[in-house]
């Protein structure tokens, strides 16, 4: 089966400007894109639940007398304290391991079939490392306590289960589709349509208002964290000579997972949050941070489903700062001159030591070549582009205390105003 190496993007050779950057998931890989319970799903106006495996009903005796539902041999860990599995082994004697669905820095997440439940579920199982541990048990409070407020569970993944298996910490989850991320991939980068972008935007903010009126922040909002609760898609005639079918999404659900680095809210947050392309600039400076770092990232997300590209493409801080400048307009002096030590090093003389400090030519150019906001919006939007690039100015505020809320988000007329039919 094809898996993907999902690891971080290279810090050198920056002359070397990949068109698209790899991704850090635990989410769905593109040969299983789609998948439900093994069967792949397509251009199909319905689906057949695909059959369980074989020894879903009963634990059958294998030749040497040993349970089917039984745990494996220890297989041990890897180098990095991964767990070592094969397809078809048991998780503990209740699940049994159908694929593997991905891999990051806390662990891999395996697709499972639940024997009790009779339903497959996603198992995110952490390395066998102590602060890995800790973390785990972290978001296994976070997942507990939106879980306890989300009755419906129509906001954030819902947690199943958990449990401690052979030093790796187990997270049960309800099996989803493939995030937003995936789908563009899948799409050849094209952007969503403006009015199913609207339907993603108005479910995000919903989850984010939901999350900050319990006092924690996500932290780390990105489109491979927002997943489509169904797997189901349709193929539609793309009118541009030579491309591929246009998949789109059968229901436009989706949910927030990866609570890792959610936090409560507290004061003094200081160090750095976020992945690079949706972290707000007050993390960058140093200056603190709280609830609006995830409202900036919600903005850097629309722009993305809108446009297909992220909008800030970059691997450097002062060269992530300058792109923001490139695009919203200069950064506030007040906020450059309250820059922490580690960010100093990126103002001269009250304004931003660019193209200066540019540590290369191709820096410079990739900065130079970004749009606007509203010329971005415009070149990819054609109905509602001006109330979606006033939602985007609020949203991407450089001034935190000014970024909208989520609940002033969700009252934009980009969401409320009327449609015509």
């Known amino acids: 089966m094809e898996m993907e190496l999902l690891t971080q993007f290279p810090h050198t050779h920056m002359d070397r400007r990949p068109r698209k950057r790899p991704r850090l998931t635990w989410d769905v890989t593109p040969a299983q894109i789609g998948l439900l319970c093994g069967q792949e799903v397509g251009d199909h106006s319905s689906l057949v639940p695909s059959l369980a495996p074989s020894d879903q009903t009963c634990p059958l005796l294998s030749a040497k007398g040993v349970a089917r539902n039984a745990s494996p041999p220890h297989r041990g860990v890897d180098k990095d304290g991964h767990y070592m599995f094969a397809v078809g082994d048991n998780l503990t004697p209740r699940y049994k391991i159908y694929s593997k669905m991905g891999e990051g820095t806390f662990g891999q997440v395996l697709e499972c079939w639940d024997r009790e439940k009779r339903e497959m579920v996603a198992i995110k199982i952490v390395r066998g490392i102590e602060k890995y541990r800790e973390a785990a048990m972290i978001e296994i409070d ?32 309800e099996k989803l589709g493939s995030s937003l991320y995936d789908f563009l991939r899948k ?35 990105k489109p491979e964290n927002i997943l489509f609760v169904s797997p189901e898609y349709i193929e539609v005639s793309d009118y541009k000579v030579g491309s591929s079918p246009m998949r789109l999404p059968k229901s436009s659900a989706i949910k927030v997972i990866d609570f890792g680095s959610t936090t409560n809210d507290k004061e003094g947050h200081s160090y750095i ?7 707000a600039p007050e993390v960058i400076l140093g200056l603190g941070w709280s609830y609006p770092c995830d409202i900036w ?3 850097c997300i629309l722009v993305e489903l809108c446009s297909g590209e992220a909008l800030f493409q970059t ?15 200069p950064l506030p002096q007040h906020m450059l001159r309250r820059a922490d030590r580690q960010a100093e090093k990126y103002v001269r003389k009250g304004r931003l030591h ?3 400090g540019a540590s290369s030519r191709d820096s410079i ?4 070549k970004l749009l606007r906001l509203q010329n971005l919006v415009m ?22 205390s000014d970024r909208l809320t989520a609940y002033e988000a969700l009252r934009h007329p980009f969401f409320t105003r009327r449609r015509r039919s």
């Open 379 to 400: 070149e990819h939007v054609d109905h509602s582009a001006g109330d979606l690039i006033d939602l985007l100015h609020g949203l991407l505020n450089y001034e935190p």
């Open 142 to 173: 976070m997942l507990q306590q939106l879980g306890k407020h989300d009755k419906a569970g129509s906001r954030c993944v819902q947690i199943l289960n958990w449990f401690d298996y052979r030093n790796h910490i187990c997270i049960v989850f």
């Open 273 to 279: 949050v976020s992945t690079r392309h949706y972290r």
């Open 315 to 329: 691997h450097e801080n002062l060269e992530h700062l300058a792109m923001m400048e490139r695009v919203l307009g």
């Open 187 to 221: 799409n050849s980068y094209r952007p969503f349509q403006i009015d199913l972008v609207r339907e993603l935007g108005k479910q995000l903010l919903e989850s984010i208002a939901f999350m900050h009126d319990l006092r924690l922040i996500h932290t780390d909002l």
């Open 365 to 368: 150019k990739a900065v130079s």
């Open 297 to 299: 990232s919600v903005g």
């Open 354 to 356: 660019w193209p200066e």
